[in-house]
């Protein structure tokens, strides 16, 4: 019998970019993922599957992600790329041809490029979303769904809002995985529980979950550690190692703070060992990787060697038996105060692996097989463990949680940027007006009318404030956001007064489809005015 079980969860999420400039921000940011992180972990899934080892793991693909992946232009846009860095790997070896270690590096990303690209088109037929809908169908993995466009949800103000991000998400879902989705990953792991303004009652996050048919969704460990326990069913207490029903019956599990900090932590976590590859300092010509973080304490990129992937690799055994290790001390002693099974429930962002954790794709390849061969702890899915345990779980009721700094919303709503809501929430009823005057729109409305719906679900994402927060890409996400407002007034002035043919022309209206193409099922009737 095992210690306990592991809940491994990965949130795939990319802004909507297609269109919307290349590098340093835009298309790229999708290829990336694409190269180094989702076809690369589908050949770990896929050689996991043909040598009989169980996986078990939760993969959250975002609706916006998923309509990006699936999108003919950016599959094009992505072979290119692809072609292009080929191009920059041959050139390297020819350049460093008197540099053997150099020339091993550059070998080795030629091979993996060509494999990565091989594999896009004669294993998976360019269609990386079927490609994971086949593991769910193989019982490999559970695919879950996110908000629509990764909108922060508790700083809609209109129900509305939240209805549309959700309900869309769970049809999208549908449309690209074949079933609903049991689970949802909330954006940014953001709550807010039932509230009271100005003599009104705005209804929870979960009352909305629960109303589009999901489960379950994960919050920070601190959304669990600081609830209240309104029912009892076991004596567990508030703890992350354990499942929480809320009072619409819908499960929160709470991110289990020593698994996450030991591969996120800047300091001590495993992504930042001296022998994995450097992210931050590439090729000054090609653009590739070619060293390794090094000593911390010599700053400076100059002063960075170059990488060595046995050493590498070597680390990547230790870390994996590392990580284990701390799964059987936290199941153990879950198990012991508590005479339950537990499971530790660690989501990550996708991207961190294989991406910015160069590494990590072969970490998490390394730690499933090593699990499988370890009879102390066993992946799990989320929904099969809900399914066996839910009855058990405690009824809570929470207060309001993120995972951003702070762990509170702050990040995304602050003083320098906090203007970004403003619009957003207008937006949201100047919408809903112009559909209490569009009962029956004819063909030509209602085009316009799901094209100001796709603008207003751009604007949401919670990747411009986050961007303008960190200042990542700070002018990139400004000029996102405003263009999509723009858009947005363009078309909802044109709604307001159909007759006035004037206000917006067939060439006009195509172009901005053209760009911002998503969701194309997309109802309108999602965005109406409602009550909780």
């Known amino acids: 019998m095992s210690l306990g079980y592991f809940g491994l969860i990965l949130h795939g999420h990319i802004p909507w970019c297609k269109k919307s400039g290349r590098w340093p921000a835009g298309e790229e940011w999708l290829f990336e993922a694409m190269n180094e992180t989702y076809i690369p972990f589908l050949n770990v899934l896929r050689d996991l599957k043909e040598r009989g080892i169980k996986t078990a793991l939760t993969i959250n693909i975002t609706p916006i992600l998923a309509e990006q992946l699936a999108d003919e232009y950016m599959k094009q846009r992505f072979s290119e790329y692809m072609e292009d860095l080929i191009s920059r790997a041959q050139n390297d070896i020819k350049r460093f041809e008197n540099h053997p270690q150099r020339k091993a590096i550059a070998d080795f990303h030629l091979r993996n490029l060509e494999f990565t690209l091989n594999t ?55 449309k690209h995985f074949g079933r609903e989705p049991k689970g949802i990953w909330l954006p940014e792991c953001a709550y807010r529980p039932k509230e009271y303004k100005n003599g009104n009652v705005r209804e929870s996050i979960d009352y909305w979950v629960h109303n589009s048919g999901i489960e379950y969704f994960f919050v920070d460990s601190h959304g669990i550690l600081n609830a209240e326990i309104i029912e009892r069913k076991n004596d567990v207490g508030l703890n992350t190692n354990f499942g929480y029903n ?95 099974t537990g499971i530790i429930i660690s989501p990550y962002d996708f991207e961190l692996y294989g991406h910015w954790w160069g590494e990590g794709i072969v970490w998490l390849k390394k730690l499933i097989e090593n699990i499988n061969e370890n009879r102390n702890i066993e992946m799990i899915t989320i929904s099969d463990y809900r399914s066996r345990y839910k009855d058990k779980f405690s009824i809570i009721t929470m207060k309001e949680s993120s995972w951003g700094m702070g762990g509170h919303f702050e990040v995304w709503k602050n003083p320098e940027h ?60 400004n000029q996102r956001f405003h263009h999509h407002h723009q858009r947005f007034l363009k078309l909802i002035w044109a709604a307001k007064d159909f007759n006035d043919k004037n206000r917006i022309t067939l060439r006009e209206l195509e172009e901005i489809e053209s760009i911002d193409s998503c969701f194309q099922e997309i109802s309108i009737d999602y965005f109406r005015k409602k009550e909780s």
Not at 331 to 340: E, M
Request: glycine share 6%; proline share 2%.
């Open 246 to 340: 809320l009072e619409t019956n819908v499960s929160a599990f709470g991110r289990n703070k020593n698994t996450s900090r030991q591969v996120w932590d800047a300091k001590i976590g495993y992504p930042g060992n001296e022998y994995y590859r450097e992210f931050h300092k590439k090729d000054y010509e090609s653009g590739l990787h070619y060293w390794r973080i090094s000593d911390r304490k010599q700053k400076g990129e100059e002063n960075k060697e170059l990488y060595n992937i046995e050493k590498a690799i070597e680390q990547v055994e230790f870390h994996a038996n590392d990580f284990i290790g701390l799964l059987e001390k936290e199941l153990q002693t879950f198990s012991d105060d508590n005479n339950l």
């Open 120 to 174: 896009f088109y004669n294993y998976y037929y360019r269609d990386i979303l079927g490609s994971f809908k086949w593991l769910q169908d193989e019982s490999m993995i559970e695919l879950i769904t996110c908000g629509a466009t990764h909108g922060f949800l508790p700083l809609l103000e209109s129900d509305s809002g939240i209805f549309s991000q959700i309900q869309l998400a769970v049809d999208t879902h549908k």
């Open 418 to 477: 906090g203007w970004i809501w403003s619009y957003i929430n207008a937006s949201i009823k100047e919408y809903e007006a112009v559909l209490e005057i569009s009962p029956n729109p004819n063909e030509w409305e209602q085009r316009v009318l799901e094209q100001i719906a796709r603008e207003l679900l751009l604007m949401e994402g919670s990747d411009w404030s986050f961007l303008l927060y960190t200042e990542q890409a700070k002018e990139y996400a």
